[in-house]
């Protein structure tokens, strides 16, 4: 870029020197110069020529991209958010694929009635030689001959595995146009999102979209790809879920045509401020481990909270507990079920919860005395990588196109952002955009919400674990061109890496403890067991979840449960009523601990009815695999009659007292990024499935039959503190958007209890689209689901 109006401006914010377009280095204090290409969306751009200057800030370098020369600077944010950039704000989560809103284009002078809106981490390369202009990477149909077959199927997962939340969020349609995707080697982005007009889009439109790909298909699966296409358009395949479990089984048989090499290196260091290291780390410091694809890779990377005396110590217990845990897991390539294994590492992380929640009860720690830490975790197994989070810590996935953060911060910025209320670059601006939401320890498992994703991997790559003493500040950013992707090319080695990134963290950032973990895949071919041509796809063969439920298969803990602190009451004057009192309160209790110490069998005793009328609930943990046999309409109003309930109410309340939504999770359970529902009161929902966890963590799938107009609850939920001005965004929107009838979903048994009628005789408006025809699920369990 020669434009002499192009002068880029150091992105580090202490700094901010002008400098010239072919600079790679600030010239004054030698910052890599991040060049950040954003897409235009809206009208209005078009009236600008390339290379011209807008509003004292973007450079038009191609068609719909500009460039940020300014960008330590925060962009425009609007307080008051168009509906149509709603669905970029709640897929937040899965920034990986979907771009994200940076800010508004203010360069009005061309055009006073135009409005242009800046999406960041779009499908663009961000080249590092200087004077080449980013381009878009080039479609989905224009690179699809040329990849391999394990390739071309990983990118079917991603789109498959996106089909639930894009279409949730009306915004499906963004996977029917292959132009609109756009791979980054392995990774699939989509340029933009487009509303689903007139109607939401079919699992059988899919399938006609996929047909197009099928001719240049790889010959390993191209009867495989064929089949799976025909089985879409015949709806044969009814659910995403089901389609997903297909193309797990081709990518895994493809898989075993490559092997993979790990090596991992962790580091830590204290820092120039602080006078004691409370983070930790796995494997231990100091040391290059290597691992081969039969040895499963594990690396931790911990940040701890409370102090010297605590956050050390939570830290350390934290590592312990989920070593313990993890050795304990079966990573069984003939028994692999991807579902049970995210289950299975989401409870680890709840068991080293637990473990710092007891001794911060068995210590009388209360509020701010409470110890804690965040959690990152990395696990490899066969040819997938699943990651784990809890907390601010982070993990980038670095190829050697680009540099990705892949968990989404449990902090409240992040969590405004997921909910609708605000755009990204303006909530970070705000004091209390950094605190966060949850850490390990702070509360039972029962409250926590850990975040487990699965990533294929086909090619070499780098996962960066790092406390926010490195991440903050956009160091890793900044930097990976520089200190990482060397790893990729050959020219350095892990370790040396390790130790240029720490100093980095304490040079540039130095405020707080610094703690990293290092792990890079090295994938190459293997002709020896590398298939020739997949079998065809069979719904009916997808591999059924194990009997055995998570919490068997991982160490045994006794837990204390975390208690909350309680003031004694007043003892109040003895009125003649008191005897009655007495039983109503011998009544309460009684119910009380029947609710605490007997979960399952509320839930059994429901499915109980249900499955002796061969109701739509599964009690068993594994799904017969033969399909039911197409019920009569007598047989279908009596499964509907003993499977629905009524809500009851709208709120839950949490460990701090505070009443929460009653939410229903659009996705399985082990898919923590998931869209979100408020189910109001009055609310028929009928039971589809129950999961096969244990004891609080059981979960129940359900359909909505009808809603509630009854939500005046909701109109007072409280939240954690927050800055006046996103309060003020908040009362602008509903909180959360309300289920539709038919939506179908997932929730805890635990959450879910206390607040329906089982004694319920709903009328056939009640009934909604459950009194029509039944639930297929209900009748064929899926069998991707836990």
Not at 33 to 38: A, D, E, G, P
Not at 168 to 183: A, F, K, Y
Not at 187 to 201: F, S
Not at 328 to 338: G, T
């Amino acid at each position: 870029m020669d434009n002499p109006a192009a002068t880029l401006h150091c992105p580090n914010y202490r700094c901010q020197a002008a400098n010239p377009p072919v600079n790679k280095f600030c010239q004054n204090c030698r910052t890599p110069l991040k060049r950040r290409y954003l897409w235009a969306l809206g009208s209005g751009i078009e009236a600008y020529q390339p290379e011209s200057l807008i509003a004292n800030r973007y450079v038009l370098v191609n068609e719909r991209i500009v460039l940020d020369t300014k960008p330590a600077t925060p962009p425009d944010t609007p307080q008051e958010i168009p509906e149509e950039l709603l669905p970029y704000l709640r897929l937040s989560p899965y920034r990986l694929h979907i771009p994200q809103v940076y800010g508004r284009l203010t360069g009005g002078e061309r055009r006073q009635d135009s409005e242009i809106w800046l999406l960041e981490d779009a499908p663009i390369l961000e080249t590092d030689t200087a004077g080449t202009q980013g381009e878009l990477f080039p479609p989905l149909r224009t690179v699809w001959q040329e990849a391999t077959a394990i390739r071309q199927l990983n990118w079917l997962w991603q789109i498959a595995n996106l089909w639930q939340p894009l279409s949730s969020e009306g915004v499906g349609t963004s996977l029917l146009n292959l132009d609109w995707l756009r791979p980054e080697s392995s990774i699939l982005h989509l340029l933009e999102l487009h509303r689903d007009e007139p109607a939401a889009p079919t699992l059988k439109q899919l399938g006609q979209c996929w047909s197009q790909l099928q001719p240049d298909a790889s010959s390993v699966i191209k009867k495989f790809f064929g089949q799976l296409c025909d089985q879409l358009t015949q709806g044969k395949i009814r659910t995403a879920e089901q389609l997903v479990g297909l193309l797990d089984q081709g990518i895994k048989d493809c898989g075993q045509g490559q092997s993979r090499h790990y090596q991992i290196f962790t580091g830590t260091d204290s820092g120039p401020v602080r006078r004691h290291n409370e983070d930790a780390c796995y494997p231990p410091i100091g040391q290059l481990w290597s691992r081969s694809t039969d040895e499963n890779a594990l690396a931790i990377v911990c940040d701890g909270i409370g102090g010297h005396e605590g956050g050390e110590v939570a830290s350390e217990l934290a590592i312990n507990v989920l070593r313990e845990q993890v050795e304990r897991l079966h990573f069984d390539r003939d028994h692999w079920h991807p579902t049970h294994l995210t289950l299975q590492l989401e409870q680890a992380a709840c068991a080293a919860n637990d473990a710092i929640s007891q001794q911060n009860d068995s210590e009388h720690r209360s509020e701010r005395q409470r110890m804690g830490t965040t959690l990152v975790m990395a696990q490899t197994s066969a040819h997938e990588i699943y990651i784990t989070h809890v907390g601010d810590s982070r993990v980038y996935w670095v190829t050697r196109q680009g540099c990705h953060q892949i968990t989404q911060d449990d902090d409240l910025a992040s969590r405004e952002v997921r909910l609708g209320y605000t755009f990204y670059r303006y909530a970070v601006q705000q004091p209390t955009s950094g605190s966060l939401i949850q850490a390990l320890g702070m509360a039972s498992s029962t409250t926590l919400h850990p975040t487990t994703q699965r990533f294929i991997l086909d090619e070499d790559s780098v996962f960066l674990l790092c406390s926010d003493g490195l991440s903050d500040h956009d160091r890793v950013e900044q930097y990976w061109q520089t200190e990482i992707l060397p790893i990729l090319d050959g020219q350095r080695d892990v370790p040396t890496a390790a130790d240029h990134l720490i100093e980095i963290a304490n040079r540039q950032n130095g405020h707080d403890n610094v703690t990293l973990a290092l792990v890079y895949c090295q994938v190459t071919a293997s002709t020896e067991t590398a298939p020739t041509e997949l079998a065809p796809p069979q719904p009916e063969s997808l591999p059924l979840p194990t009997t055995e439920t998570p919490s068997e298969t991982l160490a045994t803990t006794t837990i204390v449960p975390s208690h909350t602190k309680t003031q004694p009451l007043t003892r109040p004057k003895r009125r003649p009523w008191g005897l009655m009192l007495a039983i109503v309160v011998l009544l309460v209790v009684g119910a009380g601990l029947a609710y605490l110490l007997l979960p399952r069998r509320w839930l059994q005793g429901f499915v109980r009815q249900s499955s002796n009328s061969d109701a739509p609930v599964s009690v068993s943990g594994t799904p017969s695999p033969t399909a039911s046999p197409t019920p009569t309409p007598e047989t279908v109003s009596s499964l509907e009659n003993l499977a629905l309930m009524r809500v009851t109410r709208s709120t839950i309340t949490n460990s701090q007292g505070q009443d929460v939504p009653l939410l229903l999770r659009l996705n399985p359970p082990e898919e923590n990024l998931s869209p979100i529902r408020l189910i109001p009161r009055g609310s028929v929902l009928q039971v589809i499935r129950q999961s096969s966890d244990s004891g609080e963590e059981d979960w129940l799938k359900l359909r909505v039959c009808s809603t509630g107009t009854e939500n005046a609850e909701m109109q007072s939920i409280q939240t954690a503190p927050a800055s006046p001005t996103l309060a003020d965004a908040k009362r602008r929107r509903n909180i959360y958007p309300q289920v539709q009838p038919g939506e179908r979903g997932w929730i805890k048994v635990v959450n879910i209890r206390s607040n329906v009628d089982l004694n319920v005789n709903p009328t056939l408006a009640q009934k909604g689209v459950c009194a029509t025809a039944p639930e297929s699920d209900a009748l064929t369990p899926s069998l991707s689901s836990p």
